[in-house]
């Protein structure tokens, strides 16, 4: 089953902001929340069946997987941000509709040893109309690559921030999420453009 993007009701961006954090499976989105979050995060974690349609090469020591969403909470520059993480397997994506309604905004994070795994990711987003950045997750065994060509090879406007992170660490994805914020308030604050004359 293939999720289609919801219509996204986007309020001006204040004291409280939704935001949502996507990508393939075993790409760290758990761990994400998990470092970031000021309370302790809501996850439905539950272990794996056999018979997994999903890539498991990248992940051999993951027993588990997000059957619904990942949930976390923190304060960043004033603003009270909720973090909502869809979960990874084809299975489990007609959840995406309910997860990013309301959303101002999202985070695709990404594996550059697989970069295609988030094409999928990526078109939902954009569909979705929502601004959106790229994290690049440092796995230690992957190769480090310029900004300029992990942007060539998603294919993303030379807009979209793209941030190199190490989801385990707190400093570092709150770093991410300050460009998210950051990216948002640009994006909703952008002068349109005259009409021609």
């Known amino acids: ?3 289609s993007p919801a219509t996204v009701v986007r309020p001006s961006v204040g004291p409280h902001l939704k935001v949502v954090l996507t990508g393939p499976f075993g790409v760290g989105k758990t761990t994400l929340v998990g470092a970031v979050s000021d309370i ?3 996850t439905t974690e539950a272990r794996m069946s056999a018979g997994n349609a ?3 090469s990248y992940a051999l020591a ?6 619904a969403m990942d949930f976390g909470r923190l304060e960043v ?3 009270t941000v909720y973090v909502y993480g869809t979960p990874g397997q084809h299975r489990f994506w007609f959840m995406w509709d309910a997860i990013v309604r309301g959303a101002l ?9 697989r970069l295609q795994d988030s ?4 078109d939902y987003v954009d569909n979705a109309r929502l601004p959106f950045v790229i994290a690049v997750n440092q796995f230690p065994d992957a190769h480090s690559y310029p900004v300029d060509a992990i942007r060539d090879a998603l294919a993303i406007d030379a807009d979209v921030p793209i941030v190199g992170i190490d989801a385990r660490d707190r400093d570092s994805v709150r770093d991410l999420l300050i460009a998210l914020v950051e990216h948002i308030i640009a994006r909703t604050h952008r002068p ?3 009409p021609p004359a």
């Open 105 to 113: 905004g999202a985070v695709v994070l990404v594996d550059t040893r």
């Open 40 to 42: 302790a995060p809501v």
């Open 54 to 56: 999903d890539d498991t």
């Open 1 to 3: 089953m293939t999720a």
């Open 62 to 67: 993951k027993t588990t997987t997000t059957v």
């Open 77 to 79: 520059q004033g603003v």
């Open 192 to 194: 349109a453009t005259s």
């Open 119 to 122: 094409f999928r990711h990526l």
